[in-house]
């Protein structure tokens, strides 16, 4: 099990000691004289070695009886990055967990669909997070929760079942439990700043940590030079789009804030799939990335020039998984844009430049091979992309952060009938991979000493062919 014990105790003093940053979200200090667990960043004096207990994870602190400071607020804390490390069935319930895989589900419904039994995902939660799979899971609806009630001004009740509870006499019970006090004095401790809603009725603002440097300038441009006219768009050092979650529509936009967070402002009609789009903006901005662990590596490899002139570097991930699909399956943009206009379902009330819904796999099958074709889509590409679409329908694919990556890939493979170099594109943006195979027969080198982060050290090497091509970006 994955305890405190199995962290090193002299390098988490010395992070909590110097509160370096780049160990915010890594680990957690237990107070035991207060029974309080704090970020390793947390302002407050330090207390005694003695009395500290060290935890890989919020829910492994709560497990043992810690409550979340009210000061550092551990539930700002960015996460942590997928890779080799954490086991593939941890990594893929963990992420499901993250999107509210059991808000009114059971552990039985997850470990089925990831294919191993309900014994064996205990297990392998066990092992990796130091807690079960139902306490990860209720302390990140608590976390939530919290969240939502110190920043916003949202009713109690909509507070509890936009954090995936599914009554208020559970919400409260279990805060109460958990937290020792209800969830109204929480409220009324509030900064001063919150006292008064801000926001307009209908919309509804939340922070999004992330371990800084971020480089947002040049995560807007790549989003911008892949943005998709109706759907998305980037005004300035602002991201928006429209959303279709789990029956709700509505508009989200993001900026960032210069700190260690992004700003999101939300309609109040996404509430109800608040966690899993929550998960999803994590992976599109790249936030659990690990920047200063990513940079000693590609230093070590040869790239520190490239690393230091952007240090904070993101690769995008994808909102959606089939909206993966569709841009790399789709050979032309004009095209893609066309399909997305016709299919796209009308967004309703959205903001200017945002009038429709990204198609899904349903829509796509329902047009078929004939209106595909009629809007200019050659035979081969619609083929693909009703393959897909199917599979996906179906359930024989998954295009979903923690879905393991070279299965993925050999599944795009065979039912797609596409290359390699196209099955692992859409995989990376897919499933967030931060370690993307070379292009077979390319001038990209695969290089060993980059990985587990070969997509950060193509992405940097990108940028720098950008600037080479565009002297005025120096």
Same mark, same amino acid.
Not at 51 to 77: D, Q, V
Not at 171 to 183: A, G, L
Not at 282 to 300: Q, Y
Not at 334 to 360: H, I, Q, S, Y
């Given at each position: 099990?994955?305890?405190?014990?199995?962290?090193?105790?002299?390098?988490?003093?010395?992070?909590?000691?110097?509160?370096?940053?780049?160990?915010?979200?890594?680990?957690?200090?237990?107070?035991?004289?207060?029974?309080?667990?704090?970020?390793?960043?947390?302002?407050?004096?330090?207390?005694?070695?003695?009395?500290?207990?060290?935890? #890989?994870?919020?829910?492994?602190? =709560?497990?043992?009886?810690?409550?979340?400071?009210?000061?550092?607020?551990?539930?700002?804390?960015?996460?942590?990055?997928?890779?080799?490390?954490?086991?593939?069935?941890?990594?893929?319930?963990?992420?499901?967990?993250?999107?509210?895989?059991?808000?009114?589900?059971?552990?039985?419904?997850? #470990?089925?669909?990831?294919?191993?039994?309900?014994?064996?995902?205990?297990?392998?939660?066990?092992?990796?997070?130091?807690?079960?799979?139902?306490?990860?899971?209720?302390?990140?609806?608590?976390?939530?929760?919290?969240?939502?009630?110190?920043?916003?001004?949202?009713?109690?009740?909509?507070?509890?079942?936009?954090?995936?509870?599914?009554?208020?006499?559970?919400?409260?019970?279990?805060?109460?439990?958990?937290?020792?006090?209800?969830?109204?004095?929480?409220?009324?401790?509030?900064?001063?700043?919150?006292?008064?809603?801000? =926001?307009?009725?209908?919309?509804?603002?939340?922070?999004?940590?992330?371990?800084?440097?971020?480089?947002?300038?040049?995560?807007? /441009?790549?989003? #911008?030079?892949?943005?998709?006219?109706?759907?998305?768009?980037?005004?300035?050092?602002?991201?928006?789009?429209?959303?279709?979650?789990?029956?709700?529509?509505?508009?989200?936009?993001?900026?960032?804030?210069?700190?260690?967070?992004?700003?999101?402002?939300?309609?109040?009609?996404?509430?109800?799939?608040?966690?899993?789009?929550?998960?999803?903006?994590?992976?599109?901005?790249?936030?659990?990335? /690990?920047?200063?662990?990513?940079?000693?590596?590609?230093?070590?490899?040869?790239?520190?020039?490239?690393?230091?002139?952007?240090?904070?570097?993101?690769?995008?991930?994808?909102?959606?998984?089939?909206?993966?699909?569709?841009?790399?399956?789709?050979?032309?943009?004009?095209?893609?844009?066309?399909?997305?206009?016709?299919?796209?379902?009308?967004?309703?009330?959205?903001?200017?430049?945002?009038?429709?819904?990204?198609?899904?796999?349903?829509?796509?099958?329902?047009?078929?091979?004939?209106?595909?074709?009629?809007?200019?889509?050659? #035979?081969?590409?619609?083929?693909?992309?009703?393959?897909?679409?199917?599979?996906?329908?179906?359930?024989?694919?998954?295009?979903?952060?923690?879905?393991?990556?070279?299965?993925?890939?050999?599944?795009?493979?065979?039912?797609?009938?596409?290359?390699?170099?196209?099955?692992?594109?859409?995989?990376?943006?897919?499933?967030?991979?931060?370690?993307?195979?070379?292009?077979?027969?390319?001038?990209?080198?695969?290089?060993?000493?980059?990985?587990?982060?070969?997509?950060?050290?193509?992405?940097?090497?990108?940028?720098?062919?950008?600037?080479?091509?565009?002297?005025?970006?120096?």
């Amino acid at each position: 099990m994955r305890s405190e014990l199995a962290l090193d105790r002299v390098l988490c003093a010395r992070a909590l000691e110097s509160r370096d940053p780049r160990f915010d979200g890594v680990f957690f200090v237990g107070i035991r004289t207060t029974m309080i667990y704090c970020r390793p960043i947390c302002p407050s004096r330090l207390s005694r070695p003695d009395r500290r207990s060290f935890f #890989a994870t919020a829910a492994a602190a =709560e497990r043992h009886g810690y409550r979340p400071c009210l000061r550092c607020r551990p539930e700002l804390a960015p996460g942590r990055a997928s890779v080799d490390a954490v086991s593939r069935v941890a990594r893929a319930a963990a992420a499901r967990i993250a999107a509210g895989a059991l808000n009114g589900t059971g552990v039985v419904a997850l #470990a089925a669909e990831l294919g191993v039994s309900e014994r064996h995902l205990r297990r392998a939660m066990e092992r990796e997070f130091g807690v079960s799979p139902a306490e990860l899971a209720q302390t990140q609806r608590l976390l939530l929760a919290k969240c939502l009630l110190t920043d916003t001004a949202l009713p109690i009740t909509e507070v509890a079942f936009a954090s995936g509870f599914q009554s208020l006499r559970r919400f409260n019970t279990v805060f109460r439990d958990r937290y020792r006090m209800p969830p109204s004095a929480l409220r009324r401790r509030r900064p001063r700043a919150h006292a008064s809603p801000t =926001e307009p009725v209908d919309r509804v603002r939340l922070r999004l940590p992330y371990r800084p440097p971020l480089a947002w300038t040049a995560l807007l /441009e790549t989003l #911008a030079a892949d943005a998709c006219a109706g759907v998305e768009v980037v005004r300035g050092a602002h991201y928006a789009r429209t959303v279709s979650l789990d029956g709700c529509r509505g508009v989200m936009e993001v900026t960032d804030t210069a700190g260690s967070y992004l700003a999101v402002e939300l309609t109040v009609s996404l509430l109800p799939a608040l966690m899993p789009l929550l998960a999803r903006l994590r992976h599109l901005f790249d936030l659990d990335a /690990e920047p200063g662990t990513i940079r000693a590596h590609l230093t070590r490899g040869g790239l520190g020039a490239l690393v230091a002139r952007e240090p904070g570097l993101r690769v995008p991930g994808a909102f959606d998984g089939f909206e993966a699909a569709m841009r790399e399956l789709v050979p032309e943009r004009n095209m893609l844009l066309r399909l997305v206009a016709r299919l796209g379902e009308p967004a309703g009330d959205g903001a200017p430049g945002l009038e429709r819904l990204w198609p899904t796999p349903a829509r796509v099958l329902r047009a078929g091979a004939g209106e595909l074709h009629a809007l200019g889509l050659d #035979a081969r590409s619609a083929e693909r992309l009703l393959a897909v679409a199917h599979a996906l329908a179906r359930g024989t694919l998954s295009l979903r952060p923690g879905a393991d990556f070279d299965a993925t890939t050999a599944s795009l493979e065979a039912i797609a009938r596409v290359g390699p170099a196209t099955a692992a594109a859409i995989a990376c943006r897919a499933l967030h991979w931060p370690d993307a195979p070379p292009v077979p027969g390319s001038d990209a080198p695969d290089d060993a000493e980059w990985r587990p982060w070969r997509t950060y050290a193509a992405a940097h090497l990108a940028r720098e062919a950008w600037r080479t091509r565009t002297p005025h970006s120096a």
